[in-house]
């Protein structure tokens, strides 16, 4: 994938109180990469197909219906359009990490909860619906008009949600998002579930994490700190 040429230095900084987390929902409250490779029958080929797909949405921009770059990318490495299709039957069985639903429980009663997500509005309300916890925020690419990084998304997060940058938190599932987020001014976590690499020139988030379990904790610090 190709990296926007800017660089940055130093991840966005809150200030307290942290009144909104948002978080990217397929990639760091969903386990959505088990179900893509289980759909395409090797892991292998569920990560070429899933990276196919990922070039094609942050080259995106503009918003294409999301279905449409899914089957395009299953057509590229050669899965066939019929992939893609079985993506969209299986979509229900896409599972949230473990610790996931406790995680968003616990942060409820004192923030607002959101997520800002590349896909399309029906598939986007039944993956959050998986997730058990009522969101105040759902922003998909195609409520938003454009795929992430774009910061359309997140600037229309923060506008429904009524808060500044500055008092929310975004967890984001993939360095992609950083992009993002700092032309926003969104201070970032970044979930980094199965050990992606960071893109070249991508902004520092303000914390890396392999799971959300400390992420309460992490939230509570930044508040101090800020």
């Excluded at 130093?10 to 179900?35: H, I, K, M, N």
């Excluded at 229309?156 to 975004?170: D, I, M, N, Q």
């Excluded at 902004?203 to 379990?213: D, G, M, N, V």
Aim: aromatic share 8%; net charge negative; charged share 20%.
């Amino acid at each position: 994938m190709t990296s926007p040429a800017l660089r940055y230095t130093g991840p966005v900084q809150p200030a307290a109180p942290v009144e909104l987390v948002l978080f990217d929902l397929l990639t760091a409250l969903l386990d959505s990469w088990t179900l893509w490779n289980s759909v395409a029958g090797s892991e292998q080929m569920g990560r070429t197909w899933r990276m196919a797909y990922l070039k094609a949405t942050y080259g995106c921009g503009r918003y294409r219906p999301y279905e449409t770059l899914v089957e395009e990318a299953a057509i590229e490495v050669g899965l066939g359009p019929q992939a893609a299709a079985r993506l969209e039957a299986r979509w229900g069985e896409l599972q949230p990490w473990a610790e996931a639903k406790a995680v968003l429980a616990a942060l409820k009663p004192g923030h607002q909860l959101g997520v800002v997500t590349n896909c399309s509005d029906r598939l986007g309300h039944i993956a959050a619906d998986l997730l058990g916890v009522p969101f105040d925020v759902i922003i998909t690419s195609e409520k938003a008009g454009f795929y992430k990084p774009d910061p359309a998304p997140y600037r229309l997060a923060l506008e429904t949600a009524g808060v500044e940058p500055a008092h929310a938190v975004f967890v984001a599932g993939s360095a992609y998002d950083l992009f993002g987020t700092q032309k926003v001014g969104l201070p970032t976590i970044w979930h980094n579930r199965i050990g992606l690499t960071a893109p070249e020139g991508a902004p520092e988030p303000l914390i890396t994490r392999p799971t959300l379990e400390s992420l309460q904790a992490d939230l509570a610090s930044i508040a101090v700190q800020a």
